[in-house]
């Protein structure tokens, strides 16, 4: 066995990304990296115990009002915090406000467990990340910083290759699909010191285009299925999230491990 850190216990916090969305299970929940990583700590060791506060749509003052001080009380061992991007993506995004977040956010949590972990959240190739690219690159770069500090690791998403092809993004093109959160969790096993024989960033086969009429008409979905109902929430002040308690609030056995 690898001499890696020996967990307890986890909880992770932040929105969609770590709740699970878009990994959807039979039952119409999500699962997603954070419950597939839980699922493997607990193989590894009798007793482990998981949360997680992620709810969808979160904004950072929202993750670091309502979520952090719950995880530093639960003193897990191990703590993912992964935020901002709901920020970044609306029209207008006072960046210094997020980054200040985040620094309260890892000042408080870093203490309160053995290892925190940061990411470099993943990007969907195309016009939507030119379009924000320089503030997910001083995000992230904050996010570098306040690791370096508080001794905290980052796993590097948005350099992954394999993570900003469309092919593992689901049709709202806002969330990973099965195979996506797979890959994020082997990352973030991978990075904790873990041993695998896995590639996780091994790109997909090649495969041609899809047609022109395809193309589309997959816009024209996601325009009418994804799109307008997000503007809708934007223009209202509504969030997908709003009335929606995490899925996991408290320590407990991950799923099938009960």
């Known amino acids: 066995m690898d001499s890696a850190p020996d967990f307890r216990s986890f909880v992770a916090l932040g929105d969609s990304f770590t709740e699970g969305m878009s990994d959807l299970m039979p039952d119409g929940t999500y699962r997603g990296w954070a419950d597939l990583l839980a699922q493997r700590f607990a193989q590894r060791r009798a007793g482990f115990m998981y949360g997680n506060l992620a709810v969808r749509g979160k904004l950072m003052r929202q993750i670091a009002a309502e979520q952090v001080p719950a995880a530093a009380a639960m003193g897990a061992d191990l703590v993912t915090l992964v935020g901002g991007l709901n920020d970044v993506l609306r029209p207008r995004c006072d960046i210094d406000q997020v980054c200040g977040l985040l620094r309260q956010s890892v000042e408080q949590l870093a203490p309160a467990c053995k290892q925190l972990v940061l990411m470099r959240s993943p990007a969907r190739r195309g016009p939507v990340l030119e379009r924000y690219r320089a ?98 929430r934007r223009l209202t002040g509504r969030s997908s999230g709003d009335g929606r308690a995490p899925k996991r609030p408290d320590l407990a056995p991950p799923l099938g491990e009960e």
């Open 135 to 232: 503030r997910l690159d001083r995000l992230f770069a904050y996010v570098d910083g306040l690791a370096a500090e508080h001794g905290a690791i980052v796993v590097d998403l948005y350099a992954s290759a394999s993570l900003g092809d469309p092919r593992l993004w689901a049709d709202d093109r806002l969330h990973l699909t099965a195979e996506g959160h797979r890959r994020v969790a082997e990352a973030v096993w991978q990075r904790l010191g873990y041993e695998s024989d896995v590639v996780w960033d091994t790109p997909l086969p090649v495969a041609l285009p899809p047609r022109w009429y395809a193309r589309r008409a997959a816009d024209a979905r996601f325009a009418r299925e994804h799109l307008l109902p997000w503007i809708g």
